[in-house]
T-cell receptor
């Protein structure tokens, strides 16, 4: 079974804090994605990575950065958390076979910024 | 970039009835269209997908149809059951950078409630 795990299910941080969200996949996948999910807005792509040390901006990268130092781990960084970054964050990874674009999602991290 | 519209945003049906969710997309280069089901407290899970060279695909009570000319695709669930209650997302896949990588653009989701 493909497994995508996220370090925390729930996280509460204060405005201005630096926040790290971690995602790990155990299937030697090359591509990894970070989304945020908000009611009525669906899933929106923040950043993705198609190889170690490679990253691409998604549709809403402002206020976020990412790090991919090892193939299995993709970190989302909020340099200075703000209340409008309160959201559900989902990590996903598709299989190695790029013909199949399906993505396997982690369980999500619900982040609250106070 | 790609834009995916999904309707309706909420759908309530009686157990045993059919449910239909519709999506349209804007980029004619999109060639893969998955549907995801998200239950409360979980990440989305792929339930069915269709590629652009196919018009229809069925898996037990779930089917997806694709009209490439009109750029729309639909999810059909027959004989609905209470456990079908969830949020459903459609998506369209387009090439990202580098030519060999893909990314998904998602619709805003449909909350399906199946009443016993």
């Amino acid at each position: 079974d493909v497994k995508v795990t996220q370090s925390s299910r729930y996280l509460v941080k204060r405005t201005g804090e630096k926040v790290f969200l971690e995602c790990v996949q155990d299937m030697d996948h090359e591509n990894m994605f970070w989304y945020r999910q908000d009611p009525g807005l669906g899933l929106r792509l923040i950043y993705f990575s198609y190889d170690v040390k490679m990253k691409e901006k998604g549709d809403i990268p402002e206020g976020y950065s990412v790090s991919r130092e090892k193939k299995e781990r993709f970190s989302l960084i909020l340099e200075s958390a703000s209340t409008n970054q309160t959201s559900m964050y989902l990590c996903a990874s598709p299989p190695r076979d790029r013909v199949s674009h399906e993505q396997y999602f982690g369980p999500g991290t619900r982040l609250t910024v106070t | 970039g790609e834009n995916v519209e999904q309707h309706p945003s909420t759908l309530s049906v009686q157990e045993g009835d059919s449910a239909v969710i519709k999506c349209t997309y804007s980029d004619s280069a999109s060639n893969y269209f998955p549907w995801y089901k998200q239950e409360l407290g979980k990440g989305p899970q792929l339930i069915i997908d269709i590629r652009s060279n196919v018009g229809e695909k069925k898996d037990q009570r779930i089917a997806v149809t694709l009209n490439k000319t009109a750029k729309h695709f639909s999810l059909h669930i027959t004989e609905t059951q209470p456990e079908d209650s969830a949020v459903y997302f459609c998506a369209a896949s387009i090439r990202a950078s580098g030519g060999s990588n893909y990314k998904l653009t998602f619709g805003k989701g449909t909350l399906l409630t199946v009443n016993p």
